[in-house]
Every structure is written in structure tokens, then in C-alpha cells.
């Protein structure tokens, strides 16, 4: 059974180290905007981990086999969200840069990119993917309800404490400098990223319309 959690955990880290939505919009906001926020939208993200997590232990791929449609639905939601998202940069990208000696203007709070960072990561189709499939395919019914918690947390320990990383690092006066120097690049390549994996997910969708 310790095996069978160490192989989850070392695929879960994986996982949330592989480049997707998650990531760059941590990063993307720990360079634009603060380190503070950055760790807001890590938490946000962190809780949906929480989410998925905890649905695919209660039985998530039973729903989606169920009823079939419910998969689609979240693809379609989650594809109009990252699509949004994406836009919203792509027009940052388009405003005139500020000069690089100006203060970075902190435009969102704390508050709203812990809920963007909840939002994007149950948007995330890595994470719909792994958590009913991968996930469900290694937890297997001989695990015990003890053993199911303790992976629950140390999942939740694991994601956060790899966003933190990226918060911090990202959140680097360097970086943050950088950004300045780079923001409507940057920004319109989140923006290009963001908007493709929304509509990757939107025609992923599209058995809801045949």
C-alpha cells in the first residue's frame, strides 16, 4: 500500500510540474502583479486539487460512466473559461507597455486570484483527465479510507507546496523587472496558451451539439 502511494505521488508531482494552465497563471500573475497574489491563486488551485481529488476517491469515473454528458458539460464550461482568460491577456498584451522604471499596478486582489486560481484549475482538463483516469485507474478499492485521507493530504501538500515554488521564484525581483520589460510578449503568450487550451477543451465538447 506505501508503494502503491509513494507511485501515486511521484506521478501527481509530475503531474503539477508539467507546464499547463496552472502554471501559467501563477507565474504569469507572481511576475505581473504580486507574490502575495500569486500565493492566493496557488491556494485557489490548491482547493481544486482538493475537489478533484476527493471526487475521484468518492467515485467520479462511476459518474462521468453514468452519465456521459456531465464529461462534456465541463469540457464545454471549462473551454469557455480558459478561453476567456486567455482574451483577457491577449487584450493586455495589446496596451501600450509601462515604462520600466514605473511601479507594477496591482489591478486584482488577493481574494479574486485565489478564485481565478480555483477557476483555472477546475477548468483544467490535465486535471479532468489525470483525476478520472490515471488517478482512478492506480487508487484501487484495497486502499483503506485511513490510507485514502492521508493520500488526500499529502496531495494537497504536495500541489502547494510546488506553486509556492513557482510563486516564489516567479515573484523575484528579477523577474518582476522582466516582466516590465516584456509584459505585452509575455502577456500575449499566456494570452495564445490560455485561449488554445480553452478551445481544445470547446471541441473536445462537441458530441454535446451531435
Known sequence: ???????????????????????????????????????????????????????????????????AWLHEVLLLLGGLYLTWM??????????PSAPSHAPLKLEHSAKRSFLFGLLTNLANAKALV???SVFAFMLTPDIT?????????????????????VALVFGLPKMRLGYQRLSRGIDG??????????????????RLFV
Open 1 to 67: 500500500m506505501v508503494s502503491v502511494i509513494l507511485t501515486i505521488l511521484m506521478v501527481h508531482l509530475v503531474a503539477v510540474m508539467t507546464p499547463g494552465p496552472d502554471f501559467f497563471f501563477v507565474s504569469q500573475t507572481a511576475m505581473s502583479r504580486s507574490r502575495a497574489e500569486a500565493l492566493a491563486g496557488a491556494t485557489g488551485i490548491t482547493l481544486g486539487v482538493v475537489f478533484w481529488a476527493g471526487l475521484s476517491m468518492l467515485g467520479l469515473q462511476w459518474i462521468f460512466e453514468r452519465f
Open 86 to 95: 486567455g482574451y483577457q491577456l491577449l487584450k493586455s498584451s495589446l496596451r
Open 130 to 132: 489525470y483525476f478520472t
Open 145 to 165: 479510507g485511513e490510507a485514502r485521507l492521508l493520500l488526500l493530504v499529502l496531495l494537497v501538500l504536495e500541489t502547494w507546496l510546488w506553486f509556492i515554488v
Open 189 to 206: 503568450l499566456a494570452g495564445a496558451l490560455f485561449t488554445g487550451f480553452g478551445l481544445k477543451l470547446i471541441y473536445d465538447a462537441r
